[in-house]
């Protein structure tokens, strides 16, 4: 089951049930202190409280009268990272001075994780991402997203994209926040798949695309399985010692990074697919 929050037509901003015919609304009315998408989220039984919430009079609306919105409330945004070889290579080529750190996190117990946004800093569907106007090296990273509930269980998974200044990263390790976190650097999106049994990596592909001037300029994928570590290990990492009151979003790690000759440029679409959530699009801007 796929949650999203949505704005019709008429401005208003509703939680809605994503099915192939369309969109379910919720009636968010029905239950003391359920009113935005993560009360559903953090409640004891999601998937029963949104079948409940379905709003019989309301029938299904298509799904390009509506405008998806980030499917983020008051959550942090936290990342991990060299969780892929991929990620492990490219982050040792791009950083002579932190390369032994990058070889020796893959492999630890402890993983790399690191505060990535806060709502103000991510973006929805279709709204810009940001390149930073002091990088001249950047790229997205298309990244598995765990949602956690404040209780830090998996409650469900999105779609995000871990904006990166390689450039900023590689000059320095100790500039990692300033590579990661800043206005606009992370995507998310366009809905919640409801984690209601056991996940099957294997069936999991994510995807990225990259459009230029109307052409495509890069595109790769990964299957999910090629993560080095379970996704359980990383939200228990993320929760020690850690309260997350608001719930939070956790990103996994990416699979693919472009080229070294590749950097975004302004006008730049970027476009993440991952099996049986969809498909996160964002423009890019750099002033
Ligand atoms: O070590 C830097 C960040 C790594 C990262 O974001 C990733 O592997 O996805
Ligand atoms: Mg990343």
Same mark, same amino acid.
């Given at each position: 089951?796929?949650?999203?929050?949505?704005?019709?037509?008429?401005?208003? &901003?509703?939680? %809605?049930? @994503?099915?192939? *015919?369309?969109? =379910?609304?919720?009636? #968010? $009315?029905?239950?003391?202190?359920?009113?935005?998408?993560?009360?559903?989220?953090?409640?004891?039984?999601?998937?029963?409280?949104?079948?409940?919430?379905?709003?019989?009079?309301?029938?299904?609306?298509?799904?390009?009268?509506?405008?998806?919105?980030?499917?983020?409330?008051?959550?942090? &945004?936290?990342? %991990?990272? @060299?969780?892929? *070889?991929?990620? =492990?290579?490219?982050? #040792? $080529?791009?950083?002579?001075?932190?390369?032994?750190?990058?070889?020796?996190?893959?492999?630890?117990?402890?993983?790399?994780?690191?505060?990535?946004?806060?709502?103000?800093?991510?973006?929805?569907?279709?709204?810009?991402?940001?390149?930073?106007?002091?990088?001249?090296?950047?790229?997205?990273?298309?990244?598995?997203?765990?949602?956690?509930?404040?209780?830090?269980?998996?409650?469900?998974?999105?779609?995000?994209?871990?904006?990166?200044?390689?450039?900023?990263?590689?000059?320095?390790?100790?500039?990692?926040p300033q590579a990661k976190v800043y206005n606009q650097c992370c995507g998310l999106g366009p809905c919640i798949l409801l984690a209601d049994g056991p996940l099957n990596k294997e069936a999991v592909t994510i995807e990225l695309v990259i459009h230029r001037n109307g052409a495509e300029a890069y595109r790769a994928s990964t299957p999910l399985s090629q993560m080095k570590r379970e996704l359980p290990e990383l939200a228990e990492w993320l929760g020690k010692e850690n309260d997350l009151p608001a719930g939070a979003f956790l990103?996994?790690?990416?699979?693919?990074?472009?080229?070294?000759?590749?950097?975004?440029?302004?006008?730049?679409?970027?476009?993440?697919?991952?099996?049986?959530?969809?498909?996160?699009?964002?423009?890019?801007?750099?002033?």
């Amino acid at each position: 089951m796929k949650l999203a929050k949505v704005r019709l037509a008429d401005g208003k &901003v509703r939680v %809605a049930l @994503v099915e192939d *015919k369309g969109l =379910q609304l919720l009636d #968010m $009315e029905q239950v003391t202190g359920i009113r935005v998408l993560s009360d559903i989220l953090h409640a004891p039984d999601p998937v029963g409280l949104a079948k409940f919430l379905v709003d019989p009079k309301a029938g299904p609306i298509k799904i390009n009268e509506v405008t998806f919105l980030a499917p983020i409330d008051r959550q942090e &945004v936290w990342a %991990a990272g @060299v969780t892929y *070889k991929r990620s =492990q290579i490219a982050r #040792m $080529e791009e950083s002579e001075a932190g390369a032994s750190h990058y070889d020796k996190v893959y492999t630890a117990p402890r993983p790399e994780i690191f505060l990535k946004a806060t709502p103000h800093r991510v973006s929805g569907p279709g709204e810009p991402v940001r390149v930073r106007a002091d990088s001249g090296w950047s790229v997205p990273e298309p990244e598995f997203t765990l949602v956690l509930n404040p209780a830090k269980q998996i409650v469900g998974y999105t779609i995000g994209n871990d904006m990166s200044a390689r450039d900023i990263e590689g000059e320095n390790p100790l500039y990692l926040p300033q590579a990661k976190v800043y206005n606009q650097c992370c995507g998310l999106g366009p809905c919640i798949l409801l984690a209601d049994g056991p996940l099957n990596k294997e069936a999991v592909t994510i995807e990225l695309v990259i459009h230029r001037n109307g052409a495509e300029a890069y595109r790769a994928s990964t299957p999910l399985s090629q993560m080095k570590r379970e996704l359980p290990e990383l939200a228990e990492w993320l929760g020690k010692e850690n309260d997350l009151p608001a719930g939070a979003f956790l990103l996994t790690g990416t699979g693919i990074v472009p080229p070294d000759n590749f950097t975004l440029e302004n006008g730049d679409s970027v476009s993440i697919s991952i099996t049986g959530i969809g498909t996160l699009t964002n423009p890019v801007v750099k002033d």
